[in-house]
């Protein structure tokens, strides 16, 4: 059974960072894309970043130069680094396994 569990969530100031991370079990994870989506209250989930089996990413337009992916497939693990944080990142970030599997979430709240 697939299951993915995300963490290091948190409130934060403007400008400043969080690292999130989420733990993949259940999959080979290093044969497998992986993605951080998020959603902000009253809106559609969207895509934050993916990064594929080889390492390549790609991030959406608001959070580029701001935010990193990587993982680390001997701890079947990938992680979304933010920095410069805006109040608009606030959301509930998820990964995601091709958008089939999904963890529960983790709240990231950014304060102005």
């Known amino acids: 059974q697939v299951r993915l569990v995300e963490s290091g969530g948190g409130l934060v100031q403007a400008g400043g960072s969080l690292r999130l991370s989420c733990a993949v079990s259940g999959s080979t994870f290093s044969i497998i894309p992986m993605g951080w989506y998020r959603q902000a209250p009253g809106k559609q989930r969207e895509l934050v970043a993916t990064?594929?089996?080889?390492?390549?990413?790609n991030y959406a337009n608001s959070v580029k130069g701001r935010f990193t992916i990587s993982r680390d497939n001997a701890k079947s693990t990938v992680y979304l680094q933010m920095n410069s944080l805006k109040p608009e990142d606030t959301a509930v970030y998820y990964c995601?396994?091709?958008?089939?599997?999904w963890g529960q979430g983790t709240q990231v709240t950014v304060s102005s």
């Open positions: 990064v594929t089996s080889s390492g390549s990413t």
């Open positions: 995601s396994i091709n958008t089939v599997w």
